[in-house]
């Protein structure tokens, strides 16, 4: 195995405390960390060990509007491919999907607001005695080991590379700079496959998928499990306005992009934006702990069974009829794009791809 060595500053985000949100244990500022380059160009991470809080959902009543329907009988369900999130948000930073502070979209100063729409006392009863009932404060992980995790999706050059194949739709002239992009069209079996062969290839036995566990806590990077909306615009890589959601509509063909003439020269983002296609990995800001890409581009494939509900259990099943996906892609919802989303494949094959770990000695 041959690694080359380069130092990249990191720094560690505190935990941000939310209603519908998943803390994570302040821990020490982390050092430098060493950015690690395998024999076929793939970069990692160190992760040092520390402790996050799993499947706490506080809702709240505190928006005094409906969602919908006449008035609410219990609250509102946290969505299983949204991580549990819930329309509070985190305060002061507005909750994906909603408005200034969690506010619903048409909410806002100066909207005009439906009678039909406002609460009276009786639902403002009703959706507090519901969300008392759906409240949890779930439980502590901790990561003991310090672990390797991959600084990107694995690309296509390194897909090609191990296993001389490249089973991606976006490749070719559908993309620009296809080499960097994720490679995705990957079944879970799929990336065993690549893991086996990789060892191989390094003569090693230590590569292999994340677990769940380990891919939110480096997802996380010392902050809360639903990000902010300036997380959001800053490191997801989401193709606005397109339709659907990673996750579902399983084996369905992609969106068709609009046909708009590109404006040349624009940015890597600026060509997702415009396309609903992947993009090159990299190019979106990494979070605090200088992991990229870990919301959007391409829903990612961890090592555990799907457990069939909102959160993952304490401990993960040892075995499932499917997996689980983390993440969202880049025709994911919004909501999605947090690093509590617990969801399942296949997905969409075309948004799918995975990221690697290697254990350390």
Not at 266 to 276: D, F, M, V
Request: aromatic share 8%.
């Amino acid at each position: 195995m041959r690694f080359r060595l380069a130092v990249a500053a990191s720094a560690v985000m505190l935990a941000v405390s939310g209603r519908a949100d998943q803390t994570q244990t302040p821990v020490a500022p982390a050092p430098a960390s060493a950015v690690l380059t395998n024999s076929v160009g793939m970069e990692f991470i160190r992760i040092e060990p520390g402790t996050m809080q799993v499947g706490v959902f506080h809702p709240d009543c505190a928006n005094g509007a409906r969602s919908g329907g006449p008035g609410p009988s219990r609250a509102e369900a946290p969505d299983p491919a949204a991580g549990g999130r819930a329309a509070a948000g985190v305060p002061g930073a507005g909750a994906p999907g909603a408005g200034p502070r969690g506010v619903p979209p048409g909410a806002g100063r100066g909207a005009p607001r439906d009678p039909r729409m406002v609460w009276d006392a009786a639902d403002k009863a009703a959706c507090e005695a519901a969300t008392q009932a759906d409240r949890s404060d779930g439980y502590p992980v901790t990561l003991r080991k310090p672990y390797l995790i991959g600084k990107t999706e694995v690309t296509q050059a390194q897909w090609k590379a191990v296993m001389g194949t490249n089973p991606s739709l976006f490749q070719g002239d559908r993309v620009t700079n296809p080499e960097k992009h994720p490679v995705e069209g990957v079944a879970w079996q799929d990336t065993q496959a690549f893991v086996k062969a990789l060892n191989a290839t390094e003569k090693t036995t230590t590569y292999r998928l994340p677990t769940e566990f380990e891919w939110e806590y480096a997802c996380r990077a010392g902050g809360p499990g639903q990000q902010t909306w300036t997380d959001i615009r800053s490191q997801a890589v989401l193709g606005l306005g397109l339709p659907g959601r990673g996750g579902g509509n399983r084996g369905a063909a992609p969106p068709a992009p609009a046909p708009v003439e590109p404006v040349l020269p624009e940015t890597s983002a600026q060509y997702t934006a415009r396309t609903g296609m992947t993009n090159e990995v990299g190019t979106k800001a990494p979070n605090a702990w200088g992991v990229y890409d870990m919301l959007g581009n391409v829903w990612e494939w961890v090592a555990d069974p799907y457990n069939g509900k909102i959160f993952p259990d304490p401990t993960p099943p040892r075995s499932g009829a499917v997996h689980v996906l983390k993440g969202g892609g880049f025709v994911s919802d919004v909501k999605n794009a947090i690093c509590a989303t617990h969801s399942f494949g296949p997905g969409d094959s075309f948004a799918v791809g995975f990221r690697i770990v290697q254990d350390l000695p």
